[in-house]
């Protein structure tokens, strides 16, 4: 399994930035694709899933209305559009594959079958 992030960067409070992640390795139409994201000092935060299988999705009550997941299950891709983006989402990113979202919103890695290294989103106030 390998998962390559790319689309990181600085940007303002308000401003916006997309991620993407490109996969190999997986069936990508039988898994759960998503990102978590860890900021210094804090936790692992599940922020955004999408279930291949059947269209569902998860966000983060923090991000809801502001990120979007999407896929593209030609190229095997995920990106996640992020708006009106805030210094509390300043983290590192990660993408992240599972067999169900469960698993990439607890962000615990004994339930995913892959993760990236990680991009790094800073928000400036």
């Known amino acids: 399994v390998q998962l390559v992030e790319s689309g990181g960067g600085l940007v303002q409070t308000g401003g916006s930035l997309r991620l993407a992640c490109a996969t190999s390795g997986f069936v990508f139409d039988d898994h759960a694709i998503g990102w978590f994201r860890q900021a210094p000092g804090k936790e692992r935060e599940g922020v955004a899933c999408?279930?291949?299988?059947?269209?569902?999705?998860y966000y983060a009550e923090s991000v809801k209305g502001r990120f979007t997941i999407s896929t593209n299950n030609t190229e095997n891709t995920a990106h996640l559009q992020m708006n009106s983006l805030v210094p509390e989402d300043t983290a590192e990113y990660y993408c992240a594959v599972a067999i169900l979202c469960y698993g990439i919103v607890l962000a615990t890695p004994k339930y995913l079958e892959g993760w990236g290294q990680g991009t790094l989103v800073t928000v400036s106030s």
């Open positions: 999408i279930n291949n299988m059947d269209g569902t999705t």
